[in-house]
Structure formats: structure tokens, C-alpha cells
């Protein structure tokens, strides 16, 4: 009896035991699963900037190598507009000094203020001017350093490829009014027998059988047009650790702000070896689709200290330029260490909220079960007490049927005694 009291006991009380233990368990799993999600997060919050920061100078550097692959795409068509504009506003001074002293002075004086006023017109140190010839091919401006050749007739002048570009030219004047022509002319301060290739426009004056021109180098026009380019990048990212450098295939540094004492320079001609393989890597890098970031270590204008650096750099389409960019992935530490604190806030915060509502289910789970077991533990007291009742009435049936039955038996020994 005592051992079935026991056992109620203790079956009564297993939901008290189970229940918040399965609570506890569950929350448990929760707070693992929490914990594992947490430090997932965390070491992808480094990676996820890395790979921000590398998009972002992709896109960056991509940019800017279609910028100035347009930009060097219209030096012919900047050029064509510029020297057009240079023997336009010439004509426009001497059309001017003409129409005011023709009445007052007499030709030969009026063609020299004609050629003084003109003469000053000069661009790119002296490269650039205003000539005029008659259509004799006789000089009557001349640069500087031809000035030896005014008063005399250069028609026969042949340019390196042979043709007679002053007969081209006074046809050009003549016939359409004005136009441009290619052809290859010397230089100032280069030898006399030295021919560089130029775009020229001639206007015909309209006045003592004259014409105007002017011309402008093609590589001076596109060194024009790269030191313009160079610069604006430079002020782009001036001081910043993500700056714009620019080399070219021939292996000179044309940009780099970290690095100002080696800016026109030649790698080549450098000493140091591991920058000659860096430069190598940097030009495969730019001609290849798999090569993507490459890493080194450079100078960190913020620190001023060597440092690790990935970089990204792409070669401008029909340029010998080859544009990059990069960063230090040690100086992202500052970035993701603020996200790093944000994320750790949010888990202890979930962990606070997961203890508080384990043991608020807890002790939930323990009132509950308290009440199951009480009524559990009341039914199996109930069911205990009905199953001694029907065992004394089952005994009290026996007793009085063995009564029954012994009395049979006597009445049935009297009958055969007698």
C-alpha cells in the first residue's frame, strides 16, 4: 500500500519536473542557436566591408577610366575648335585694324600693325601661333624662329611625307575660304630637319592676297589634354587614402599622390626590384578579366607608415594609361568595429530578453504543472481509493460465498449421516 502511494506520488509530481525542464531545454536551444547566429554575424561583418570597399573602387576606378577615355577620345575634336578659334579671332583684330586706319595710313604701314598686333599671338611656349602668307607662298608672318624666312617664298616647303603643304594650303584658301589639313611641321627649340605632326587651319584674309593660319602639334595637344586630365584627378582625391595613381605601359609613374618624389619617373630606371614586379603585376592586372584586387604594401598618406593595400587597376581604352585605385584593409577596422559594438549590443540584448522570458516561462511552466500534478495527483488518490473500496467489497463477496458454500456442505453431510 505504502509502495502505490509512492508511485502516485511520484507520477503526480513528473509534469513539476518535466514540464519546466522542457522549458529550460527549449530556451537553452534558443540561446545556442542565438549565440551561433551572433558569431556567424560577426565574422561576416569584416568580410561584408571588405567587400563594399572593394565594389565601391571598382565602380570608382571603372569611372574614372571612361571619363578620361572620353576625355582623350575629343582631344582631335577640342583641337579642331581650338586653333579654328585662334585664326578666327585673329582675323577678327586684323579685319578691325584694317577697316580703321585704311583711310589714315598708307598699305605697307597698315600690313606692318597688321603683323605686330598678330605676332604676339602666341600659345603652348611659342609651339602655337599665327603665320600669314600671300598666295605667292611668300611669308609675311612668321614664328620666332623662322622670322629669318619673312619676305621670302616657302612654296616649295615639303613636310616628311613629301607633300607641298603651302601649295595645299594657299589651294585650300582659295577654293573653299578656309578648311583644316594634317601634315608634319618643325618645332621651335628642335631641330630645323625634325617634323612633328600638326593639325593646321588656314582663312583666307579677304585682303592683299593673303591668308591666315595656325596649327597645334598633335602631342602637344594630347600632353595638354593628360596634364589637365592628371591634375583634375589629383584634386579628385587629394588626401585621401583612396586617391587615384596613374602609370603608363612604358612603366612612368604619372600620378600618385602618396608617393610625390617618384611622380614622372621611370620604374624601370628605379633600383628597387620589388617595385619593378609590383608594376609587372599591375600591368597584367589591367589587361586581364580574372585578375581582380591586387595586394602589396604602400605608403598610407593618413599614417604616413607602410602598410598592406589591395588595389584595383584597369588600363584606359586606346591610351597607353593604366588607372587604379585601392585601400587599407587595416583602416576598415574602425568602420566594422562600430558595427562589431552595434551587433554585440543587439545580442546581449537578445540574451537578456531570452534568460527573462526562460524563467518567466519557468516559473510559468512550474504553476501550471503544480496545478496538473495536483490534479493528476487527486485522480490517481481517487482511482486508488475506489480500488480499495471494490477489493474489500470483493473480499466481503468471497467471505460470504465461502459461508455460503461451508453451509451447503454441512446441510449436505447432515442429509447423508441420516
Known amino acids: 500500500m505504502k509502495n502505490k502511494k509512492n ?52 565602380s570608382k576606378v571603372n569611372n574614372m577610366v571612361n571619363l578620361v577615355s572620353y576625355r582623350q577620345s575629343i582631344i582631335d575634336q577640342k583641337l ?19 577697316n580703321q586706319y585704311k583711310n589714315t595710313m598708307g598699305e605697307d604701314d597698315l600690313k ?25 607662298g611668300k611669308f609675311q608672318l612668321a614664328p620666332s624662329y623662322l622670322r629669318h624666312l619673312e619676305g621670302k617664298s616657302i612654296i616649295d616647303f615639303e613636310d616628311a611625307t613629301g607633300r607641298k603643304v603651302i601649295k595645299e594650303e594657299i589651294a585650300i584658301a582659295k577654293s573653299q575660304g578656309q578648311g583644316f589639313l594634317w601634315d608634319t611641321f618643325t618645332k621651335p627649340n628642335e631641330p630645323i630637319d625634325k617634323q612633328f605632326k600638326q593639325l593646321a587651319y588656314v582663312k583666307n584674309f579677304g585682303i592683299y592676297d593673303w591668308y591666315l593660319g595656325s596649327g597645334e602639334y598633335l602631342d602637344t595637344a594630347t600632353k595638354l589634354t593628360n596634364r589637365m ?15 587615384f595613381f596613374v602609370i603608363d605601359t612604358q612603366g612612368n609613374l604619372l600620378l600618385n599622390f602618396a608617393r610625390p618624389d617618384m611622380v614622372g619617373k621611370n620604374i624601370f630606371e628605379m633600383q628597387d626590384s620589388n617595385l619593378r614586379k609590383l608594376y609587372q603585376s599591375m600591368v597584367r592586372a589591367s589587361q586581364s578579366t580574372s585578375v581582380d584586387f591586387l595586394p602589396y604594401n604602400w605608403i598610407n598618406p593618413t599614417t ?16 597607353d594609361w593604366i588607372i587604379g585605385s585601392g585601400f587599407y584593409p587595416n583602416s576598415l577596422a574602425n568602420g566594422y568595429g562600430v558595427q562589431e559594438q552595434r551587433l554585440s549590443n543587439q545580442h546581449n540584448q537578445k540574451v537578456r530578453h531570452i534568460n527573462t522570458l526562460t524563467w518567466l516561462g519557468v516559473l510559468i511552466s512550474i504553476l501550471i504543472s503544480s ?34 458454500l461451508l453451509e451447503q456442505i454441512e446441510a449436505s453431510n447432515k442429509e447423508h449421516k441420516q
Open 371 to 404: 496545478i496538473i500534478s495536483l490534479v493528476f495527483y487527486r485522480m490517481l488518490s481517487q482511482y486508488q481509493e475506489d480500488l480499495v473500496i471494490s477489493n474489500n467489497e470483493l473480499k466481503d463477496l468471497n467471505i460470504e460465498l465461502e459461508n455460503k
Open 80 to 98: 579642331h575648335a581650338r586653333i579654328k578659334r585662334r585664326v578666327d579671332d585673329a582675323q577678327k583684330i586684323a579685319i578691325g585694324l584694317y
Open 229 to 243: 586630365l592628371l591634375e583634375a584627378i589629383n584634386q579628385i582625391s587629394k588626401g585621401e587614402p583612396d586617391y
Open 7 to 58: 508511485l502516485i506520488q511520484i507520477l503526480a509530481l513528473g509534469p513539476v519536473v518535466l514540464i519546466p525542464v522542457l522549458v529550460f531545454i527549449i530556451a537553452s536551444f534558443i540561446v545556442d542557436a542565438e549565440k551561433a547566429s551572433y558569431e556567424l554575424a560577426m565574422k561576416q561583418i569584416s568580410q561584408d566591408f571588405l567587400e563594399t570597399e572593394k565594389s565601391r573602387i571598382r
Open 112 to 136: 606692318k600693325l597688321i603683323i605686330q598686333s598678330l605676332r604676339t599671338l602666341v600659345w603652348n611656349g611659342g609651339e602655337s601661333f599665327i603665320w600669314i602668307l600671300d598666295f605667292d
Open 304 to 319: 604616413g607608415r607602410l602598410d598592406s593595400k589591395l588595389a584595383y587597376v584597369k588600363s584606359v581604352p586606346g591610351s
